[in-house]
């Protein structure tokens, strides 16, 4: 199975490490192969020789040069080479309409995509998942709002007879982090270096302190669990700078930032940003890298899903596993 990977920042190299580490895993599990015969970063696409091996991608990235790994293209070429999958795990453009036009080309192309770039879902779902429904297209975004948390796949696959009613989740690491670091006293640029440094916080970290990460996930969430086309102009979000510090001071170990949305008469009431939560509420036992949600299922009655620790390493394994899917699909058409 050919794919195109757009990004190789703490995701992208996750992920082709775990082509390289679980290689006859996801041979044996899916029945074919990942070749990565496209590579881009910052600095360009190019067309991955022949007889390079995962670990040459990973030394051409270390190096800043991934030029040596083949000849430059554009995505037009990409495009129009015969992939079966677009993986686009690049940072999120603050509009998606770079995304929009890529995804778009790939849809007319016939090209599956898998992302775990929130933007243009967040801001173009309707343009995007319907359109590629009606085609026959595969949109794949597990990635996009817990990382590695199972979301999407658990509730289609694993709740099949089910509704969801409700969701309640923390699914933005970066914040809440940063948030519990505050509450112990450590400043705002210290707690962004470290979340840096762990690879949860990007070099421009605004999207995640200021909600809007939240706040995109959110959509994401609306969209897909409950059958709906909202853009991110929908949504209200609060962040960091909007936190009342005597609040922050004095129940800052019950303060999260988290999504809430609720299905009731057809109707959706939709919360994301800071609040309280009461003590004994699932959300506060997650611990200050973990990632988990609570759904209420009309079938499946409540249940509940949370990682011990969450980052690239996870979010990419989230991203391999859409791929699989995908390459099982191919392998039986």
């Given amino acids: 199975m050919k794919v195109a990977i757009l990004g190789l920042g703490n995701v992208g190299q996750n992920f082709i490490r775990i082509l390289s580490d679980s290689g006859g895993h996801i041979r044996e599990s899916c029945g074919s192969d990942i070749e990565v015969a496209f590579v881009a970063d910052s600095s360009g696409i190019v067309k991955v020789d022949q007889g390079r091996t995962y670990a040459n991608i990973l030394l051409a990235k270390r190096a800043q040069n991934i030029r040596s790994l083949g000849e430059p293209v554009t995505i037009e070429q990409v495009l ?7 993986i686009d795990v ?21 090209i599956n995509i898998v992302t775990a770039n929130k933007s243009p879902l967040a801001l173009h779902w309707a343009e995007i998942v319907p359109y590629a ?28 007879p089910s509704r969801v009613v409700k969701f309640r989740g923390i699914v933005s690491l970066t914040a809440n982090y940063v948030l519990k670091m505050m509450h112990s006293g450590t400043s705002f640029e210290e707690a962004v270096r470290k979340a840096q440094e762990m690879g949860v916080a990007e070099t ?15 959509v994401i969430l ?55 939560l009461d003590q004994g509420d699932f959300l506060l036992s997650l611990e200050e890298s973990a990632l988990g949600y609570e759904i209420k299922t009309d079938n499946n009655g409540v249940l509940r899903v949370s990682s011990a620790h969450d980052g690239p390493r996870e979010t990419a394994a989230a991203v391999v596993n859409d791929v699989m899917i995908l390459a099982r699909e191919v392998k039986e058409h």
């Fill in 80 to 86: 129009d080479s015969g992939i079966d999958a677009l």
């Fill in 90 to 110: 690049s940072s999120a453009s603050k509009d998606g309409n770079r995304e929009l036009e890529i995804f778009r080309a790939a849809i007319d192309r016939g």
């Fill in 133 to 160: 429904r009606n085609r026959g297209i595969k949109v794949l975004f597990e990635a996009t709002v817990a990382g590695g948390v199972p979301l999407f796949n658990f509730a289609k696959y694993s709740c099949g």
């Fill in 204 to 218: 421009d970290y605004t999207d995640d302190t200021s909600g809007l990460d939240g706040a995109r996930k959110t």
């Fill in 222 to 276: 609306a969209n897909a669990l409950f059958d709906r086309e909202f853009s991110l102009k929908d949504i209200r979000y609060s962040g960091i700078p909007e936190v009342d510090l005597t609040e922050l001071t004095s129940k800052g170990d019950r303060l999260r930032l988290f999504t809430s949305i609720t299905s009731e008469n057809e109707a959706l009431e939709i919360s994301t940003g800071f609040g309280l």
